[in-house]
């Protein structure tokens, strides 16, 4: 986007960008949200148990990958985009929490990645995805 918005008159008007608001809260507790969420459903799908500190230590890798994307992406800027913040989201979670990962002894396997790439690409992508089309129908709906 270029910073332009058009009004109701039609005319470009160029606006500073806004400032990180409920929208950034929303999107960041939605993708930490999905984050563990992959955390709990794999940690009982390998019967670790459901303790809090279990969850906290298998989930603070992907969740500090999660804050690097989100930073290396800019995501507070346009936090619902699929591209760059759902992309940046992703790639971040997937990449640097599984580098923390084997930094902090946990380990990692091959399928592993895998199974977090498909996992977190389907839910951090998927919700910006179902936001816009959602957005985009109550739009035309209003316009109507």
């Known amino acids: 986007m ?21 929208s950034t809260l929303w999107a960041a507790l939605a993708d930490a949200g ?6 709990v459903i794999g940690r009982a799908s390998h019967g670790k148990g459901e303790t809090l500190g279990g969850i906290a230590s298998a989930a603070w890798p992907f969740l500090a990958g999660l804050a690097l994307g989100w930073f290396t ?3 507070w800027r346009r936090p619902r985009a699929i591209v760059p913040a759902g992309l940046g ?10 580098l923390l990962r084997v930094w902090g002894g946990q380990g990692t396997a091959f399928a592993f990645i895998l199974v977090a790439l498909a ?13 816009r089309l959602l957005i985009e129908h109550l ?3 209003v316009t109507l």
């Open 2 to 22: 270029s910073g332009t918005q058009m009004t109701a008159a039609g005319r470009g008007e160029v606006q500073a960008p806004a400032a990180p608001g409920r």
């Open 34 to 39: 999905c984050v563990l969420l992959f955390v």
């Open 73 to 75: 992406a800019r995501a």
């Open 89 to 98: 989201a992703w790639i971040g979670t997937v990449a640097f929490g599984n």
């Open 119 to 131: 996992f977190l690409g389907l839910f951090l992508l998927g919700w910006r995805l179902v936001a």
């Open 139 to 141: 739009r035309r709906k």
